[in-house]
DNA sequence: TGCAGTGTTGCTTC
DNA sequence: CGAAGCAACACTGC
């Protein structure tokens, strides 16, 4: 989507509402001064294209500069007219926390919308804005030949050479391990979340806490399959709105609608036949939701 | 009212 | 190396 309003537009200027919101490096170091470093490198800068690697969103742009968002949480990246108060402009009501608000479009008026931490004043009008409750998100500038974050990811599950023998070398190498917590580390595969992982694992009739070895090759199969098959259907329908996650127009994904765990706790399990009762417990320090009944411990 | 809970991750400690 | 616990932060809902 980003990659359609994006490319072509030039960078005119950037603000930031709080010193911090730019990182550098590995490891997520914070120094207020960065943000002026970023800002005097992106400005006069223009936008090629938009894509991701994991859970991040690369903004490229030209003489080999990508900018990093990771939204963590509760960040989101919006797209649209926005413009700052002044002296003689007014706010809608509820927007008094942060100056920057949107001109005429109901949709990125949204109370979830109203955090913008970080604004891109870009060509023709518009504008990129980070809006996140948690200041939790993080944005960096890659310069060529640096070393990111982005060097330790594990690889991208929807990718065509991602295969069931690779997903079983990788993950056998943390055979201990409960599988959910195996599936979120982004260092084994890339992009697999809380809401996700417990999707997947409903699906594929097996309990967070079952330890990787001890699972039976076809449930591994299994897993495989629906990792697949979750990430797709979450982009299909561009993305979970269960909290404050927003689309850069604005407007809610749909993936909640089609949760059959997460964030069930005490409802009857949706499988057909199971008659159990889904339960939620703490896993690896991430809330996992999970049938009694069908989903099996190894 | 207070506290658990929250599309996440990195650091510290053991 | 890995696991657990905590920290960063702000808000909602029970």
Same mark, same amino acid.
């Given at each position: 989507? @980003?990659?359609?309003?994006?490319?072509?537009?030039?960078?005119?200027?950037?603000?930031?509402?709080?010193?911090?919101?730019?990182?550098?490096?590995?490891?997520?170091?914070? !120094?207020?001064?960065?943000?002026?470093?970023?800002?005097?490198?992106?400005?006069?800068?223009?936008?090629?294209?938009? !894509?991701?690697? %994991?859970? !991040?969103?690369?903004?490229?742009?030209?003489?080999?500069?990508?900018?990093?968002?990771?939204?963590?949480?509760?960040?989101?990246?919006?797209?649209?007219?926005?413009?700052?108060?002044?002296?003689?402009?007014?706010?809608?009501?509820?927007?008094?926390?942060?100056?920057?608000?949107?001109?005429?479009?109901?949709?990125?008026?949204?109370?979830?919308?109203?955090?913008?931490?970080?604004?891109?004043?870009?060509?023709?009008?518009?504008? @990129?804005?980070?809006?996140?409750?948690?200041?939790?998100?993080?944005?960096? @500038?890659?310069?060529?030949?640096?070393?990111?974050?982005?060097?330790?990811?594990?690889?991208?599950?929807?990718?065509?050479?991602? !295969?069931?023998?690779?997903?079983?070398?990788?993950?056998?190498?943390?055979?201990?391990?409960?599988?959910?917590?195996?599936?979120?580390?982004? %260092?084994?595969?890339?992009?697999?979340?809380?809401?996700?992982?417990?999707?997947?694992?409903?699906?594929?009739?097996?309990?967070?806490?079952?330890?990787?070895?001890?699972?039976?090759?076809?449930?591994?199969?299994?897993?495989?399959?629906?990792?697949?098959?979750?990430?797709?259907?979450?982009?299909?329908?561009?993305?979970?709105?269960?909290?404050?996650?927003?689309?850069?127009?604005?407007?809610?994904?749909?993936?909640?609608?089609?949760?059959?765990?997460?964030?069930?706790?005490?409802?009857?399990?949706?499988?057909?036949?199971?008659?159990?009762?889904?339960?939620?417990?703490?896993?690896?320090?991430?809330?996992?939701?999970?049938?009694?009944?069908?989903?099996?411990?190894?």
């Amino acid at each position: 989507m @980003l990659n359609d309003l994006l490319p072509g537009r030039k960078i005119l200027d950037v603000w930031s509402s709080y010193g911090g919101v730019i990182h550098r490096g590995k490891n997520h170091i914070k !120094n207020k001064k960065y943000f002026s470093q970023f800002r005097k490198k992106v400005v006069g800068e223009k936008i090629e294209s938009v !894509n991701r690697r %994991g859970k !991040n969103v690369l903004i490229h742009l030209n003489k080999n500069k990508t900018i990093l968002v990771h939204m963590k949480m509760t960040g989101h990246l919006l797209f649209g007219k926005y413009q700052k108060a002044g002296a003689e402009t007014k706010k809608p009501e509820g927007w008094e926390k942060e100056p920057w608000f949107p001109i005429k479009n109901k949709a990125l008026q949204d109370p979830f919308n109203r955090f913008i931490r970080l604004v891109f004043t870009l060509s023709n009008g518009k504008h @990129l804005v980070l809006s996140d409750v948690r200041k939790f998100a993080k944005v960096c @500038l890659i310069e060529k030949g640096e070393k990111t974050d982005l060097d330790d990811l594990g690889p991208e599950p929807l990718d065509k050479n991602f !295969n069931f023998e690779i997903f079983k070398t990788i993950i056998l190498h943390r055979p201990n391990s409960p599988i959910k917590s195996v599936l979120m580390d982004q %260092g084994l595969i890339a992009g697999i979340g809380n809401i996700y992982s417990d999707e997947i694992l409903w699906l594929s009739g097996i309990h967070p806490e079952s330890r990787v070895s001890k699972a039976p090759e076809e449930k591994l199969k299994l897993i495989f399959k629906n990792i697949k098959l979750l990430l797709a259907k979450g982009i299909k329908f561009k993305g979970d709105s269960t909290s404050d996650y927003r689309n850069p127009d604005g407007i809610r994904g749909a993936f909640q609608y089609h949760h059959k765990v997460y964030q069930r706790k005490g409802e009857k399990c949706l499988k057909k036949g199971c008659g159990g009762k889904i339960s939620r417990i703490v896993v690896g320090g991430r809330s996992a939701h999970f049938c009694d009944r069908h989903q099996k411990k190894y």
